[in-house]
């Protein structure tokens, strides 16, 4: 399990060095809000559709594809979104409602459950788990684009207009263009992809900059209860209940491993961008991005720890 907790520690590292960094650029006054403002649209617009677009494209989807398991995890995702909302219905300011529900279902799946499920399962891991990006980005974004439209403070929410914003998010644009290229193989020319490659880079270490720059301790108080909320909801609750369906469904071995990594990972970067896009607070959004990432390297590794303990894994 040590080295579970290396492999963890190495995957969180990077991104809280990011966010440390646009801490103390912010600080520096080598970034202000304009600066964030414009690469946050920079990277919602731009590079994230680009980066997902490349990662459904280069994705094999003839390789480790398993209806099932697709299918459980969307039916799973979409009832702990169902069940953070109902929840949020309860306990949680209609402001931060939609912020709160984004933060609560949506994890880091391009990092960390990816990484972690190629670390542990090699190339079935990253072939499995990479067909299950697929899934989790589009199920992801979609269901991100209706809550935070229904508490969009500058629009008002009705069944066309909640679908006029899942079909014009840039996000959802970038997955649903690449799917007829992956599925037929298309390939496109060296120069275009990696030029394509180089926008692709720029989106985390921009988006992860453009949070730090965002956070600070009076923004990290002030979003207090619904942030650590929120990040138990992602982290403690939905994992445990949705494994222990996968569990009583029959899955094991890697399949419930990967399931497990998916869905305890800590809230996507992602999530801020599409906070702050549509007039949601941002500083929330960044908050439980961080206060996850942090839980991540202890809930992972203890959730890996008593699967392996049961001789599930």
Same mark, same amino acid.
């Given at each position: 399990?040590?080295?579970v ?9 990077p991104?809280?060095?990011m ?13 202000d ?6 690469a946050s649209?920079?990277v ?6 680009v ?5 459904? $494209?280069?994705?094999? /989807?003839s @390789?480790?594809? *398993? ?5 459980y995890?969307? =039916? &799973? ?10 929840w949020?219905l309860l306990?949680?300011?209609?402001a ?18 990816l ?22 980005i589009?199920c992801y974004?979609t ?14 929410a009705s ?11 840039p ?7 690449a799917?007829?290229f992956a599925y037929?193989q298309?390939? $496109?020319?060296?120069? /275009?992809? @990696?030029s394509? *490659?180089?926008?692709?880079e720029?989106?985390?270490? =921009? &988006?992860?900059?453009?949070?730090g720059g965002?956070l ?9 209860a ?13 994992p ?8 009583f469904?029959?899955?094991?071995e ?7 990594l ?6 996507a ?15 929330l ?11 991540a390297v ?8 008593v699967?392996?303990w049961?001789?599930?894994?």
């Amino acid at each position: 399990m040590f080295d579970v907790f290396q492999q963890t520690l190495a995957i969180t590292a990077p991104v809280f060095s990011m966010l440390f960094l646009g801490m103390g650029l912010k600080r520096l006054r080598l970034i202000d809000t304009h600066f964030i403002n414009t690469a946050s649209a920079l990277v919602f617009h731009v590079s994230m559709p680009v980066m997902l677009f490349l990662a459904i $494209l280069h994705a094999d /989807l003839s @390789t480790a594809l *398993q209806p099932t398991l697709l299918g459980y995890f969307v =039916l &799973a995702s979409v009832a702990g979104f169902l069940l953070a909302w109902g929840w949020a219905l309860l306990r949680v300011p209609r402001a931060e409602r939609g912020v709160y529900v984004q933060g609560s279902f949506r994890g880091n799946n391009g990092i960390v459950g990816l990484a972690l499920a190629t670390s542990l399962y090699g190339e079935y891991g990253l072939s499995l788990g990479g067909i299950l990006g697929g899934v989790v980005i589009l199920c992801y974004n979609t269901l991100s684009v209706i809550v935070l439209e229904v508490y969009n403070p500058n629009a008002k929410a009705s069944p066309w207009s909640i679908l006029k914003s899942i079909l014009s998010n840039p996000l959802i644009i970038g997955v649903l263009a690449a799917i007829p290229f992956a599925y037929w193989q298309i390939r $496109l020319p060296g120069w /275009l992809t @990696t030029s394509g *490659q180089y926008l692709a880079e720029l989106t985390l270490p =921009l &988006a992860l900059i453009c949070i730090g720059g965002t956070l600070s301790l009076a923004s990290l108080r002030a979003s207090g209860a619904v942030a650590v909320g929120a990040s138990l909801m992602k982290m403690v609750w939905l994992p445990i209940l949705a494994t222990a369906g996968a569990f009583f469904i029959g899955f094991r071995e890697a399949e419930l491993a990967i399931l497990f990594l998916y869905f305890a990972s800590p809230t996507a970067a992602a999530s801020y961008v599409m906070a702050r896009a549509s007039g949601g607070n941002a500083e929330l959004a960044a908050a439980i991005i961080v206060i996850t990432t942090l839980m991540a390297v202890v809930t992972t590794n203890l959730g890996l720890f008593v699967l392996q303990w049961g001789g599930w894994i």
